[in-house]
């Protein structure tokens, strides 16, 4: 997509901690508590005020990684325009 728009571009903003644990087997709940805190921008890669970000995640299970990404982006003054998710793996999804 970046190649075929010029205003386009892939910012990599966020980190996850090394001390989130794989999150297979946790419930909705669990999944919150072990990624919170530990989402973070990455110094000099967020993108302009003015500009808006498209989230991509791989699989959406219960929600939480898009929710605790767009808490971190939001915090950090980010307008997050939406999410893609690939994959949804959402009970009944």
């Known amino acids: 997509l970046s190649g075929q728009c010029s205003d386009v571009r892939v910012a990599h903003s966020l980190r996850l ?3 989130a644990r794989d999150s297979v087997g946790l419930d ?3 999944r919150a508590a072990n990624l919170a ?16 970000v498209l ?3 791989d699989v959406v299970t219960t929600g ?12 950090a003054g980010v307008r ?7 994959c949804d793996a959402t009970p009944g999804g």
């Open 37 to 52: 805190g530990r989402v973070s921008t990455r110094s000099g890669r967020l993108p302009t005020a003015a500009g808006r």
């Open 55 to 57: 989230i991509v995640d």
């Open 28 to 30: 909705a709940a669990q």
């Open 64 to 75: 939480a990684t898009l929710r605790e990404c767009c808490a971190v982006l939001s915090a």
């Open 17 to 19: 901690d090394r001390r």
């Open 80 to 86: 997050v325009a939406a999410a893609l998710v690939l």
